[in-house]
């Protein structure tokens, strides 16, 4: 279930439980016309500390560089992105995520830090152990055995550290595509993905790990991945909506918390990448399938991403679309993408309201990452 349905059905019991022990008894929250409401943590946030909460970033090795442990401490980052060579062997693993949370942080900020990876299977793998299937093999062999992939994966990522899973695969594996041909689809039809996609991803939440369905609105057309080449998915919208979006509508009713945006370019909705797409990200995945979960991008630093512009186009145009985390593996543009998104909530270029809302999503997140 998702939080923010949580807090709502609490809300709505309080006013229940007020109505029949009487208005008094319950103070001020219920029928006190002149008392002014509560503001969120994202609402109490300097412009630094709200622009921090949208960047997440990698880094080289198993230690942390000066200029990462300074960007930690100071609150301009929401979490960290490991891949292979931070993960040479599990001890390491541990090692280094024990030290990035160990880093005190601005006390406003919740946490943990988001500590996350590809852990998808196959040949998409981070860390050694869980899943042992890839997600072909598990669409293949049914619900029953994805969930228990899901579950052993999440108690894999815990024993690290690691709080997100950028898992799983949600495309549908076209006949052709690169997706199907490295086998990161759990199947040829929406229907198949959902039914075994959405059991992994429920145990990997059930197991205390974020899951993150990709890459909306689907990638399963594509030829070529997006970090070597600039890829167009010319689909009609009606077959965007009946194929590819399908199972993410089942990730969302399910209570899937984190949703990656595609960089390839959909001419059905706009001449640019889905992560810079407000059409996308927030008309189709936000507005039409009603995800009120945490929004992250891609990888920024790539072919499909440069053409697009520099490091603060690309920052302010994916906070204007819908995007709540900027992805970048490397701290440098991370950092330029940071000064960009202060100087534009300073000179009131993007929407302070609509960016505290983003940020809160983000902050809720955090605070619930790793607690289950």
Known sequence: ?????ARRRGVA???LACLAIGAFACGATLGDEGASPQPSVAETLSPQLLAGERIVVGLRGTSI??????????????????FAENLPSRAAGRRLIAHLQGIKRPPKLRDPLLVMTDQEGGLVKRLSGAPTASARQMGARGAAFSANQGRRTAANLRDVGINVDLAPVLDVGRPGGVIAETERSFGATATRVSATAIPFAKALQAGGVVATGKHFPGFGAATENTDFSVERIDLSKRELRAVDEKAYGAFIAAGGEMVMLSTAIYPAFSADPAA????IVTGELRNRLGFEGVTITDALETPAVEHFGGTAKVAVTGVRAGADLLLFARLGPAERAW????AQ?????????????????VLDLRAGAGTK
Not at 1 to 5: E, G, L, S
Not at 276 to 279: E, N, S, V
Not at 339 to 342: D, P, S, T, V
């Open 339 to 342: 000064e960009a998104l202060i």
């Open 345 to 361: 909530l300073r000179s009131r270029g993007l929407d302070r309201a609509e960016f505290e809302q983003a940020v809160q999503r």
């Open 65 to 82: 560089s000066g200029g990462l442990r300074k960007a930690i401490a100071e609150g301009r980052i929401a979490g960290v992105v490991l």
């Open 276 to 279: 810079f797409t407000r059409a």
């Open 1 to 5: 279930m998702k939080r923010t349905v």
């Open 13 to 15: 019991l309080g006013a």
